[in-house]
């Protein structure tokens, strides 16, 4: 049918209508239009405008994620940097006489030594050896560890392991991993 034909019939309708008839019809219809404009229009611009706010919040929240991780980069690279420095200019030798040469001026008997396999690297050479000392004091164990992390060649403990002895709980055994690091 012609859409001409319809709006026809419904103002023919509409003009039979009572005054009081038209005044309700019309209340309805304009009521049914700002309904229909608050959800086509109304909805939609709230709706795009609360992602908007989510978007800049999101946004916010990454940016100071990044700016996080890049200071974390930036003290990683530095120290990186550090580390690497180091490396370079420390000092070569056997890490199992260094090893054995800080016992003796710390006054510990290593009880075994043992050479560790060291993952592959195209800049550094990794030299791992699992040390074991039995019956050592508190005090001893932390200045050798400490004269194996303060010397001039670059070593690094890796792992640690602390044991009370069952007769005699003032004493320790210790195992703990040594890497040395020579530039290839």
Not at 8 to 28: C, G, I, P, Y
Not at 40 to 48: C, D, G, K, N, R
Request: hydrophobic share 40%; charged share 25%; net charge neutral.
């Amino acid at each position: 049918m012609n859409p001409r034909v319809w709006i026809d019939a419904l103002r023919t309708a509409f003009d039979n209508l009572s005054m009081r008839e038209k005044v309700l019809v019309s209340s309805t219809g304009g009521a049914l239009v700002l309904a229909l404009l608050y959800a086509m229009v109304v909805i939609p611009a709230l709706t795009a405008s609360d992602n908007v706010e989510m978007r800049v919040v999101s946004a916010e929240q990454q940016r100071t994620a990044m700016l996080r991780l890049r200071r974390e980069y930036d003290d990683v690279s530095h120290r990186l940097g550090s580390v690497e420095e180091r490396i370079g200019r420390g000092s070569r030798g056997n890490l199992r006489t260094t090893l054995e040469s800080l016992a003796r001026k710390t006054n510990v008997k290593i009880e075994s030594m043992e050479p560790q396999a060291s993952p592959a690297n195209d800049r550094y050479r990794e030299t791992k050896v699992a040390v074991g000392l039995e019956s050592v004091t508190l005090e001893q164990a932390v200045t050798l560890l400490h004269e194996i992390e303060s010397h001039q060649q670059v070593l690094s403990v890796k792992t640690l392991r602390i044991r009370t002895r069952v007769d005699k709980p003032e004493l320790l055994d210790l195992s703990f991993t040594v890497s040395s690091f020579e530039p290839v």
